[in-house]
């Protein structure tokens, strides 16, 4: 028997191979769609974060302290200001989308801050959206903090009569030093690409083979395609998938990650033997679930409507805590749980292998799980 | 009109026979949209596993420890002593954060000498760093203007005067529309509209090109009598009204159920609902004309429809994507609907504000309709003779 199931393997690849060859709608999801998408898709995070996001002010102090406002929140890259000479204006052009908030600085700023009183200034986001509200809101935040302290300076070099070096340390006792590691800039594309990409990877191997064993159902070749056995056929197949998406995986990390300038912190070969595990899990997986489906553009509908939800509660853009336990079940059975884990830790913040032995080793139950139903199921259908 | 009638029911006995069109149409809204509001149930993300490493062990170091641990988004689970350890418990994600109080820090702060209080978050993991920051930065500005606020008050200066100068420039912020940055308000419709994006063109784009392949081409042209016009009306009305069924699903049972949603706005939400149904079933209509073969269709139907939350705007804006993304977003219906959604739901403003969004939505319509009317009644009529029918059917 091992003796013919070797042969039958790259039988079985070359079938595969030209099965999908001869499949617009394979080639289509298989060749094309990994990379358009991979390019397509980066190419909107390029710039890796938002600049500029427009804030509408009304001044009605007219003072120099206004004016200084003005001029820092203008000097962030963050913030664009636009003038307006009432709130009504400035509520107008926020509520027709052409701004994201508006700053108030009312008559008396100043002469306020003269007489050692509190000045009040008014700072409204649209937090309907929450990327551009949040930077707003952080940006103007930290300006004020500086102008207060500025302020501070001020008073008691003046009043008290302190050297400026003495005054500063009088002026903010506590300073936070913020550092963020792994993604410094703290950048909205730095996190989201590589993700994004193996994503892109994932999803397109789910789509197509599950779509080409829907496709033997379909076509009446199931049980030819399973005549070498059963393993043989889930490997046969898979082996094809396996060459194809292995190729991708490296393309991806030598030539997308370059072009969007994304960092690779940890060992490639380590990078390579975890995808190497994800792909192993996937062909299974996405064969299991091919399995259930007779009909080719059925798998396809349904399989179109697994990406959102299965990016969503992997833990990546939501923490996986604060998911509802139900969910978290359900998101400990998807192999993308533990992969992004270990590729986030390898990629972003350089961890080994070796750290990472946890979720490793959830990704290799995960690929017997698949493997052992896989098999149960094509057995059942083998000899029904 | 009988004949259009005539054309509607066939359309929702297709719709409820054939699995392409009911799992599509009405077996996946209710369990997806269902899915995505369970995933944000806890609205937003609290007690991130936190670190503290107090190099100082003093009054004040305790003090900003008890302040942290009344912060309901972090969770104190471990206390650390070196920066080597604060990163590989970051890197094995068993913490999202740490913060270090310096040695000397209380002393520093009463003999006038700043002190620098450190703040570490994974910020590859951008949702949790960011809430990590907020909180302990809150905190910290809260413990500077309090040691400041002290020393003024020692030297004699009146509280209010005091006040006015720990924190001379007070900003007071509103987060209009989401105050608490509720992330199901957020997330969820937006997900379900371009959710139900993706249902109507994936369903849509079968209702033309399926008659070759259930072998009922003939019987459909024989029943409009040879007119497309009847025949994509018809099975505009069809889907329109299936799409209607799912609003209800979105608007009276899975809103209400999850206590999501802007209940005042629901009509207006409705009206801007039914523009993105009539532009998707005009671009699926239009597919499903212009390609015969079902899976080619559906193919282009996943290509069209799938970029379509990220190349909107909805998470990351378009003003910052490259000037090629932002003309590919508008080729998109959602794009346009998404804007309008926003101003007339997020934010309950009048329709007026959705004018330019309109007008979008329904240029969508005046191209795609007589598009794939032309497309469909060249098919029409060389569906005429029997044999080709079989022939392509085979």
């Given at each position: 028997?091992?003796?013919?199931?070797?042969?039958?393997?790259?039988?079985?690849?070359?079938?595969?191979?030209s099965?999908?060859?001869?499949?617009?709608?394979?080639?289509?999801?298989?060749?094309?769609?990994?990379l358009?998408?991979?390019?397509?898709?980066?190419?909107?995070?390029?710039?890796?974060?938002?600049?500029?996001?427009?804030?509408?002010?009304?001044?009605?102090?007219?003072?120099?302290?206004?004016?200084?406002?003005?001029?820092?929140?203008?000097?962030?890259?963050?913030v664009?200001l636009?003038?307006?000479?009432?709130?009504?204006?400035?509520?107008?052009?926020?509520?027709?989308?052409?701004?994201?908030?508006?700053?108030?600085?009312?008559?008396?700023?100043?002469?306020?801050?003269?007489?050692?009183?509190?000045?009040?200034?008014?700072?409204?986001?649209?937090?309907a959206?929450?990327?551009?509200?949040?930077?707003?809101?952080?940006?103007?935040?930290?300006?004020?903090?500086?102008?207060?302290?500025?302020?501070?300076?001020?008073?008691?070099?003046?009043?008290?009569?302190?050297?400026?070096?003495?005054?500063?340390?009088n002026?903010?006792?506590?300073?936070?030093?913020?550092?963020?590691?792994?993604?410094?800039?703290?950048?909205?594309?730095?996190?989201?690409?590589?993700?994004?990409?193996?994503?892109?990877?994932?999803?397109?191997?789910?789509?197509?083979?599950?779509?080409?064993?829907?496709?033997?159902?379909?076509?009446?070749?199931?049980?030819?395609?399973?005549?070498?056995?059963?393993?043989?056929?889930?490997?046969?197949?898979?082996?094809?998938?396996?060459?194809?998406?292995?190729?991708?995986?490296?393309?991806?990390?030598?030539?997308?990650?370059?072009?969007?300038?994304?960092?690779?912190?940890?060992?490639?070969?380590?990078?390579?033997?975890?995808?190497?595990?994800?792909?192993?899990?996937?062909?299974?997986?996405?064969?299991?679930?091919?399995?259930?489906?007779?009909?080719?553009?059925?798998?396809?509908?349904?399989?179109?409507?697994?990406?959102?939800?299965?990016?969503?509660i992997t833990?990546?853009?939501?923490?996986?805590?604060?998911?509802?336990?139900?969910?978290?079940?359900?998101?400990?059975?998807?192999?993308?749980?533990p992969?992004?884990?270990?590729?986030?830790?390898?990629?972003?913040?350089?961890?080994?292998?070796?750290?990472?032995?946890?979720?490793?080793?959830?990704?290799?139950?995960?690929?017997?799980?698949?493997?052992?139903?896989c098999?149960?199921?094509?057995?059942?259908?083998?000899?029904? | 009109?009988?004949?259009?009638?005539?054309?509607?029911?066939?359309?929702?006995k297709?719709?409820?026979?054939?699995?392409?069109?009911?799992?599509?149409?009405?077996?996946i809204?209710?369990?997806?949209?269902?899915?995505?509001?369970?995933?944000?149930?806890?609205?937003?993300?609290?007690?991130?596993?936190?670190?503290?490493?107090?190099?100082?062990?003093?009054?004040?170091?305790?003090?900003?420890?008890?302040?942290?641990?009344?912060?309901?988004?972090?969770?104190?689970?471990?206390?650390?002593?070196?920066?080597?350890?604060?990163?590989?418990?970051?890197?094995?994600?068993?913490?999202?954060?740490?913060?270090?109080?310096?040695?000397?820090?209380?002393?520093?702060?009463?003999?006038?000498?700043?002190?620098?209080?450190?703040?570490?978050?994974?910020?590859?993991?951008?949702?949790?760093?960011?809430?990590?920051?907020?909180?302990?930065?809150?905190?910290?500005?809260?413990?500077?203007?309090?040691?400041?606020?002290?020393?003024?008050?020692?030297?004699?200066?009146?509280?209010?005067?005091?006040?006015?100068?720990?924190?001379?420039?007070?900003?007071?912020?509103?987060?209009?529309?989401?105050?608490?940055?509720?992330?199901?308000?957020?997330?969820?419709?937006?997900?379900?509209?371009?959710?139900?994006?993706?249902i109507l063109?994936?369903?849509?784009?079968?209702?033309?090109?399926?008659?070759?392949?259930?072998?009922?081409?003939?019987e459909?042209?024989?029943?409009?009598?040879?007119?497309?016009?009847?025949?994509?009306?018809?099975?505009?009305?069809?889907?329109?009204?299936?799409?209607?069924?799912?609003?209800?699903?979105?608007?009276?049972?899975?809103?209400?159920?999850?206590?999501?949603?802007?209940?005042?706005?629901?009509?207006?939400?409705?009206?801007?609902?039914?523009?993105?149904?009539?532009?998707?079933?005009?671009?699926?209509?239009?597919?499903?004309?212009?390609?015969?073969?079902?899976?080619?269709?559906?193919?282009?139907?996943?290509?069209?429809?799938?970029?379509?939350?990220?190349?909107?705007?909805?998470?990351?804006?378009?003003?910052?994507?490259?000037?090629?993304?932002?003309?590919?977003?508008?080729?998109?219906?959602?794009?346009?609907?998404?804007?309008?959604?926003?101003?007339?739901y997020?934010?309950?403003?009048?329709?007026?504000?959705?004018?330019?969004d309109?007008?979008?939505?329904?240029?969508?319509?005046?191209?795609?309709?007589?598009?794939?009317?032309?497309?469909?009644?060249?098919?029409?009529?060389?569906?005429?003779?029997?044999?080709?029918?079989?022939?392509?059917?085979?």
């Amino acid at each position: 028997m091992s003796k013919k199931s070797r042969p039958s393997l790259i039988k079985l690849f070359l079938r595969e191979a030209s099965l999908v060859a001869k499949d617009h709608s394979l080639l289509l999801t298989l060749l094309i769609a990994p990379l358009l998408y991979a390019f397509f898709y980066g190419s909107i995070y390029i710039n890796k974060e938002e600049e500029n996001v427009k804030l509408a002010v009304v001044d009605d102090d007219q003072s120099r302290l206004s004016r200084l406002l003005q001029q820092n929140i203008d000097n962030s890259p963050m913030v664009e200001l636009i003038h307006f000479p009432n709130l009504e204006a400035a509520k107008e052009y926020m509520y027709q989308g052409d701004c994201q908030g508006y700053f108030y600085i009312p008559k008396g700023t100043q002469t306020n801050l003269l007489s050692l009183k509190q000045s009040n200034v008014v700072l409204a986001v649209n937090a309907a959206r929450f990327l551009p509200s949040s930077d707003l809101l952080a940006s103007v935040q930290q300006i004020c903090l500086t102008i207060g302290a500025g302020v501070r300076l001020q008073y008691f070099e003046k009043t008290e009569g302190l050297s400026t070096a003495m005054a500063m340390q009088n002026v903010m006792p506590i300073n936070l030093d913020y550092r963020p590691l792994f993604n410094e800039r703290s950048s909205y594309g730095a996190f989201l690409l590589p993700a994004l990409l193996a994503l892109i990877l994932q999803q397109t191997l789910l789509i197509g083979l599950s779509e080409s064993v829907a496709g033997e159902r379909q076509h009446g070749t199931f049980k030819e395609w399973l005549g070498g056995g059963v393993s043989t056929a889930i490997w046969g197949k898979g082996l094809f998938y396996l060459f194809v998406f292995g190729a991708y995986g490296f393309f991806f990390l030598n030539v997308n990650f370059k072009l969007l300038d994304l960092p690779m912190r940890g060992s490639g070969f380590q990078l390579g033997v975890l995808l190497f595990v994800l792909l192993l899990t996937l062909i299974p997986m996405a064969q299991f679930i091919g399995s259930l489906f007779k009909s080719q553009l059925l798998c396809l509908q349904i399989m179109a409507f697994s990406t959102y939800p299965i990016f969503l509660i992997t833990g990546y853009t939501w923490p996986f805590e604060s998911l509802p336990l139900v969910v978290q079940w359900m998101s400990m059975l998807l192999p993308t749980t533990p992969f992004i884990k270990v590729y986030t830790a390898i990629v972003q913040s350089g961890a080994s292998l070796a750290s990472m032995m946890g979720p490793m080793l959830h990704l290799l139950l995960l690929w017997l799980f698949y493997s052992s139903i896989c098999y149960m199921r094509f057995r059942k259908l083998r000899f029904s | 009109m009988q004949l259009i009638a005539h054309i509607i029911l066939r359309e929702w006995k297709r719709i409820l026979r054939l699995p392409v069109f009911y799992l599509v149409m009405l077996v996946i809204p209710g369990l997806l949209f269902s899915f995505y509001a369970l995933i944000y149930e806890k609205k937003d993300a609290k007690h991130l596993a936190f670190a503290i490493w107090d190099d100082d062990k003093s009054a004040i170091s305790r003090q900003l420890i008890f302040l942290l641990e009344q912060r309901e988004t972090l969770q104190i689970t471990r206390s650390v002593s070196s920066e080597a350890e604060v990163k590989d418990l970051i890197q094995k994600g068993e913490i999202l954060g740490a913060v270090h109080f310096p040695v000397n820090m209380q002393k520093d702060i009463f003999s006038r000498h700043k002190t620098n209080v450190t703040l570490y978050t994974n910020a590859a993991s951008l949702v949790p760093a960011k809430l990590v920051y907020k909180a302990v930065a809150e905190v910290i500005i809260t413990g500077s203007s309090g040691a400041v606020l002290k020393k003024l008050v020692k030297t004699g200066m009146k509280p209010d005067r005091a006040m006015a100068l720990a924190n001379p420039i007070k900003l007071n912020s509103y987060q209009l529309y989401n105050s608490n940055y509720n992330y199901q308000e957020y997330l969820v419709p937006g997900l379900i509209t371009v959710g139900m994006q993706m249902i109507l063109i994936i369903s849509s784009m079968l209702a033309l090109n399926y008659e070759w392949k259930t072998n009922t081409m003939q019987e459909l042209f024989e029943l409009s009598n040879g007119s497309a016009l009847l025949v994509i009306t018809g099975k505009t009305i069809a889907h329109l009204v299936v799409s209607w069924f799912n609003f209800f699903l979105i608007a009276f049972v899975i809103f209400p159920f999850f206590g999501i949603g802007v209940w005042e706005a629901t009509a207006k939400f409705f009206l801007m609902y039914t523009l993105l149904s009539l532009a998707c079933l005009g671009i699926g209509m239009f597919i499903s004309a212009l390609f015969k073969d079902v899976m080619l269709s559906g193919d282009v139907a996943l290509f069209y429809t799938s970029p379509a939350f990220v190349f909107s705007g909805f998470t990351f804006p378009r003003w910052a994507m490259p000037w090629y993304d932002q003309y590919y977003a508008t080729i998109m219906p959602y794009t346009p609907f998404l804007d309008a959604f926003f101003k007339v739901y997020y934010m309950n403003l009048p329709m007026r504000y959705a004018q330019a969004d309109i007008y979008k939505l329904l240029l969508f319509c005046i191209v795609m309709f007589p598009t794939a009317l032309i497309l469909f009644q060249r098919q029409f009529n060389t569906s005429k003779n029997e044999q080709e029918v079989q022939a392509v059917a085979n």
